[in-house]
């Protein structure tokens, strides 16, 4: 796609401001072209220091993530970066798992069509790492899943060598801890006697590797 628009004329072309910028935040643009809406994550409005540290950091990191993902169904579309400083993605119509959770429950079909999709990213060798927060999971306007925000996304390539294979093996099951979670509020009687000991399952060793974990995502979170 060829984009009409710059971070200079951002706020001229843009159709609304999804999320103002704080001091570690990016401001989140709504752009429409060519009959598409798209999503401008922008760290060009943060102080000099953080955006062009973290900002770009951040920015690399989740266009990285983007490009490994491809083309799987629940994942926006990427449309590329500009300046470094800010990523373009498809727009998804839709609610939060967040926003549907203050309004009712999600249906059981939701949750196999969202295992569905996490196995597909996982087998591209990228763990999300931050589906806990339930605003990084839409529900489209037709019912399917979606998962946003990729910037503290960890891929197996960078864990390839011991502690790291653990820590990321970790990963990928927090990812799979986020959906029984869901599905423990949504819809109980689906989750399997296995599932549950699953969640529960806390060994010396895995208590170890979720503070070594939570202490690696909680920076990639903050910065995020």
């Not at 001091?23 to 955006?51: A, M």
């Not at 920015?59 to 993902?69: G, H, P, V």
């Given at each position: 796609?060829?984009?009409?628009?710059?971070?200079?004329?951002?706020?001229?072309?843009?159709?609304?401001?999804?999320?103002?910028?704080?001091?570690?935040?990016?401001?989140?643009?709504?752009?429409?072209?060519?009959?598409?809406?798209?999503?401008?994550?922008?760290?060009?409005?943060?102080?000099?220091?953080?955006?062009?540290?973290?900002?770009?950091?951040?920015?690399?990191?989740?266009?990285?993530?983007?490009?490994?993902?491809?083309?799987?169904?629940?994942?926006?579309?990427?449309?590329?970066?500009?300046?470094?400083?800010?990523i373009i993605t498809e727009f998804i119509d839709g609610k939060t798992v967040k926003q549907i959770e203050k309004e009712g429950h999600l249906p059981p079909s939701f949750f196999e069509k969202l295992k569905d999709l996490i196995d597909a990213f996982h087998k591209r060798g990228i763990a999300h790492c931050d589906l806990k927060r339930t605003p990084n999971v839409i529900v489209a306007s037709d019912g399917n899943p979606y998962i946003l925000d990729w910037a503290a996304s960890v891929s197996s390539s960078e864990c390839k060598f011991y502690p790291l294979t653990k820590i990321y093996d970790r990963l990928i099951r927090d990812d799979e801890m986020a959906v029984i979670k869901m599905k423990l509020r949504h819809v109980p009687e689906m989750v399997t006697r296995r599932e549950r000991a699953l969640y529960n399952r806390r060994s010396p060793a895995e208590n170890f590797m979720r503070s070594v974990r939570d202490k690696l995502r909680q920076w990639l979170q903050k910065v995020a």
């Open positions: 796609m060829c984009l009409y628009f710059t971070l200079g004329n951002l706020p001229q072309k843009s159709t609304k401001v999804l999320r103002p910028s704080t001091s570690t935040r990016p401001i989140i643009w709504l752009v429409e072209q060519e009959g598409k809406r798209l999503v401008v994550k922008d760290f060009s409005h943060n102080r000099f220091f953080y955006r062009n540290l973290f900002g770009r950091f951040l920015i690399w990191r989740e266009a990285k993530a983007y490009r490994r993902l491809g083309r799987i169904k629940g994942i926006p579309r990427y449309y590329g970066v500009l300046d470094g400083l800010a």
